[in-house]
């Protein structure tokens, strides 16, 4: 089993920088592709961004451009740097990754406060 945590959701003005970790235990070397989900109140939930184990990435088109997905393999961690954020980035944000099957983290919430 693999456990995912989730940590660096707040509050921050339109424009600002947020920087998500989630850092993942348990049966760590079967991890493969990372991510990043996000729901807003009254949407599905959607990608932000993922990356794959060698570091291939890919990005929502709302967010592309804006938020970086990066990985440290060493520390079993992935991050989100999220930056020019606007209020329609509010949300929860999941970790999400991949082994023989799919893990979730608990989520942390992300409020962007125009």
């Known amino acids: 089993q693999v456990q995912l945590v989730e940590s660096g959701g707040g509050l921050v003005q339109a424009g600002g920088s947020l920087r998500l970790s989630c850092a993942a235990s348990?049966?760590?070397?079967?991890?493969?592709?990372m991510a990043w989900y996000r729901q807003a109140p009254g949407k599905q939930r959607e990608l932000a961004a993922l990356?794959?184990?060698?570091?291939?990435?890919n990005y929502g088109d709302s967010v592309r451009g804006r938020f970086t997905i990066s990985r440290d393999n060493a520390k079993n961690t992935v991050y989100l740097q999220m930056n020019s954020l606007k209020p329609e980035d509010t949300a929860v944000y999941y970790c999400w990754a991949t082994t023989n099957t799919v893990h979730w983290g608990q989520g942390t919430q992300v409020t962007v406060s125009s």
């Open positions: 348990g049966s760590i070397f079967s991890i493969n592709t």
């Open positions: 990356i794959t184990r060698s570091g291939l990435t």
